[in-house]
Structure formats: C-alpha cells, structure tokens
C-alpha cells in the first residue's frame, strides 16, 4: 500500500527558500520515493527542478543554488495516477508569462476524467499524464485574481487534495473540504511561513507548527501576509492510514501524536484478541509501535524476530507476482535464534491483497517459530480507495473475496484477529465522524463510481528537460 506524496511550500524573504524545501521534502519521503522536485518563485520567474528519484539524488548544491528566490513549494511524489515517469515528477507549471503557477498536489481527483476532456475541448494542453495538472488548468483557465480562481477550482473538483502553489509573487495552500490528506501551517525565523503536509518536515526545518490548514481553506501568503478563505466543509474526513500506516510517528496530526495513536492500536488489539505467546513481533517498520503497545498490554517480550532490508527498491520487488513473492524474502530476515521454539504474535498494520504476509509466516515457521497469530492493526479492507492511496482493485482486496477464517487459512496463521473500526477509532482518540474509514466500511465521504477507472492520459505526454524556466 502506498502514500501518494508530500508537498512542502515555503514563503520566507532573506531566507534559502530552495534549501529550506529540501530538508523539509526530506523529512517527507517516506510519502512519495518515485520523483521529487522543488519550484522557486524571485517576484520575476519561477524555475523548477524536478527528476525522477530520492530527494538526495535529486538534488546537488549546483541544483539547489540555482532555485533562487523568496517562494519555494516542492514535492515528493508517488503515483496514483499517472505512470511512473519524468513527465509526471512534480512541481508542475501550467500557464505562461504571469499567468505562469506551479503546482504541489498530495491527493486524487475522483472526477479528473470529466475536467480533463472539458479542458482539452477549451483547447488546454496536457504535458503531464496527472490529474494534478488537470487542477492547476482548471486553476487558470477562469479570469479574475487568484484566490477566486482557486475557490471557483475548489467547486469543481470531487476529491482528495492538499496543494502547495505559488506564482511569481505569492504562495498559495489549499485542502479539499473533507480534509482527507494531511496539511499544516507553521512559521519560520519569524518571518516567513511553512505549509507541509506533516509536522515532521516543520521540526526537520526549525519551523513552528502553527495549526492545521483547515478543510475547505485557502491559505493566500505574500508581502502583504497571510490570509485565509473558508469554503464550506460538510465534514471532516481524515484518511485514518495517516495514523497507522502513512503519517511518521513523530508527526502529530488534529492533535494526537501518530506514535501514541499506533502504540493505543496496538493495546486495542491485545485487549480484543489477546493470546498467551511467548513473544510479541511486529512486522518491520510500520508495525513495530503497534506491536510494542501490544506487547505491553499483554505482558508478553518484544522481540525483533525480523530484520528489514531497508535499501530494497520497490519498482525490483513489484513488477509481477513472482517477484512480489520473492520480495518478502528479499525484504526480510528472519533470526532463528530468536524465534526457535517460540509462540508468536506477529503484529501488522494491515492485509490489502495477503499476497506477502503468507511468505512472512512461512518465513517465520521456517525459522523455528513454532506458532504464529496473526494480529492486524486496522479492520479488513473490503472497499478500494479512490483518494489517493495506492491499494488494490476490490478484485485484489483478500478480504472483498474471503472470510477472517478464510484468510488464517490462506496467510497460514494459527490465528488471525483484526482490530475493530471502534477500537480503531478509539485508539485515535479523535471523534469517529472526523475520518475517513471507506475502504472498511465502503461509506465514501465523496460519491465514487466502484468500476471508475484511474486517468490515463499517456497519448498526451511529452517529456520535459529537469531544469526549466518559466519566464
Ligand atoms: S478509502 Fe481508506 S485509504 Fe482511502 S482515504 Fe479513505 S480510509 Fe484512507
């Protein structure tokens, strides 16, 4: 399961905007590890640079001290729609001359197919193959000053967004009404202000966090400072794998720190399905907090029973089923020594399609372990998700297709316990009706069609060079 991106602006006169972007895209990219990208704004041009990669590879000194200017957004991208190429690598320009605007995009727009063919018959062009552009299009394409043009954008659009644009003189933030994806403001130096999408990347840069950008905000920052539109928000529908899965630990989301919420889902869990084990493991990274909240609460050892290679690519590990196969074994380590003999709890913060973890229980029972219980840290997805997050079609959703016994049957486990949505939302500790918990329970916050297709507008690409400028 996969995070789409991380957005990052900044709007700091006197300060290394450029420099500033990257350490903050640095915090954030365990959100997006495909492409990264940076856009400077100097009250004159805009520039960008954007290629495919880590944010480390992407940028050198040389790159990073040509992205002059006071205004910087940036992004790290994974794609949800889209292929995997330069083309798509954001921050994207759209327009020209002053009409020229980049733009950061975390997110999925459930009806980008419609505007795209409206657009294109308006006679807009396309360089990227992203619903991201069809925003910023949608953005310029309506007369009048910016935050209209936004707020007109923002009545069209059905799904998930937070957005980081700027144009030559000001810096612009945006998240759709639900709230689905994670933005917050911070201020830096005094001066300057930070959006990002979490509050990890505001520590990483020695910003303060300030507060959250609303759903339904719009964030307008220049010379001027900062002001803020409301658009109306019919309710607030975070996604919850921010707190299990997506959001780093050390991020702190509508107040609740995502370590403590994944430590509470943990504890949930031991008191929903406990068992008598020896040791308690979690699957590595993701799980190992829930699995210590687990442990905790039942008293039972931690224990790291598997050791994560953490320099595997994604793109080697899942190209087809074989390899996705081999990828639990090229992924993890088992250690005998630990596990020889031993019961085990094994902690996971979620089954999509169940096509790795009967290769880790297999792994497990291999290295001696001579029990293995299954313990999931959110309910069974039965539902797709249409907002942005890289899971499954409902075909692929193991629980869409079969029953909990049924699925200990096909992972292998001696047993398998799921947490509840109850508990799940408990262990957030956040109002039940500030999330959004469709691909459990199929109640989309946003109506989606269940056979929509992703956009693919791959006949409209064209690539374009790592450095350009937009005068
Ligand atoms: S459908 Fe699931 S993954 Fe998608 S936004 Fe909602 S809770 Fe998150």
């Given at each position: 399961m996969h995070e789409s991106c991380g957005v990052v602006g900044v709007y700091a006169p006197n300060e290394d905007v450029a420099r500033l972007t990257f350490f903050a895209l640095f915090a954030l990219q365990h959100r997006g590890q495909e492409s990264a990208g940076i856009a400077s704004a100097d009250g004159q041009k805009l520039k960008v640079h954007a290629q495919m990669g880590l944010v480390s590879q992407v940028f050198n000194e040389e790159s990073l001290s040509k992205l002059t200017g006071h205004i910087a957004i940036g992004h790290n991208r994974y794609s949800?729609?889209?292929?995997?190429?330069i083309c798509n690598a954001q921050p994207l320009i759209v327009g020209k001359g002053q009409d020229a605007l980049a733009i950061a995009h975390n997110g999925n727009i459930v009806n980008s197919r419609l505007l795209y063919q409206e657009l294109l018959d308006k006679g807009y062009s396309f360089?990227?193959?992203?619903d991201s552009e069809v925003i910023g299009n949608l953005i310029i394409s309506?007369?009048?000053?910016m935050v209209s043009k936004i707020r007109y954008t923002m009545h069209r659009l059905q799904g998930a967004y937070s957005l980081t644009m700027m144009n030559r003189d000001r810096m612009f933030a945006a998240r759709d009404p639900f709230g689905i994806r994670p933005l917050c403001l911070g201020t830096i130096n005094g001066h300057g202000w930070v959006v990002v999408s979490e509050t990890c990347a505001l520590d990483q840069i020695g910003a303060r966090f300030v507060r959250e950008v609303e759903p339904g905000e719009i964030i307008s920052i220049g010379p001027d400072g900062l002001e803020s539109y409301r658009e109306p928000s019919p309710r607030h529908a975070i996604c919850i794998f921010e707190y299990s899965?997506?959001?780093?630990?050390d991020s702190t989301i509508n107040g609740r720190l995502v370590y403590q919420a994944r430590q509470a889902m943990g504890a949930r869990l031991a008191e929903e399905y406990p068992m008598y084990a020896d040791l308690v493991v979690g699957v590595p990274d993701s799980s190992t907090i829930a699995a210590k909240g687990y442990a905790q609460r039942c008293g039972i050892a931690l224990a790291d029973g598997l050791i994560k290679n953490?320099?595997?690519?994604r793109t080697f590990i899942e190209p087809d089923q074989r390899l996705r196969d081999l990828g639990a074994k090229l992924k993890y380590n088992p250690m005998p020594q630990v596990l020889d003999g031993k019961r085990i709890v094994l902690v996971d913060d979620s089954i999509v399609r169940g096509t790795t973890t009967p290769h880790v229980i297999k792994l497990l029972k291999k290295a001696g372990a001579k029990e293995v219980h299954m313990r999931v840290c959110?309910?069974?997805?039965?539902y797709p998700c249409f907002?942005?997050?890289d899971m499954a079609t409902r075909w692929e959703l193991i629980a869409a297709q079969k029953s909990v016994e049924e699925i200990r049957d096909f992972i292998g486990a001696d047993s398998l316990g799921y947490l509840s949505i109850d508990n799940l939302v408990k262990a957030v500790?956040?109002?039940?009706?500030?999330?959004?918990?469709a691909c459990f329970?199929?109640?989309?916050p946003i109506p989606v069609q269940m056979d929509m297709e992703k956009l693919s507008l791959e006949t409209h690409l064209h690539r374009h060079s790592p450095t350009q400028d937009y005068k």
């Open positions: 949800t729609t889209g292929s995997s190429r360089s990227s193959t992203t309506v007369p009048g000053e899965y997506f959001a780093r630990p953490r320099y595997i690519g959110v309910p069974p997805i039965r907002f942005g997050v500790d956040l109002p039940s009706n500030s999330f959004c918990l329970n199929g109640e989309y």
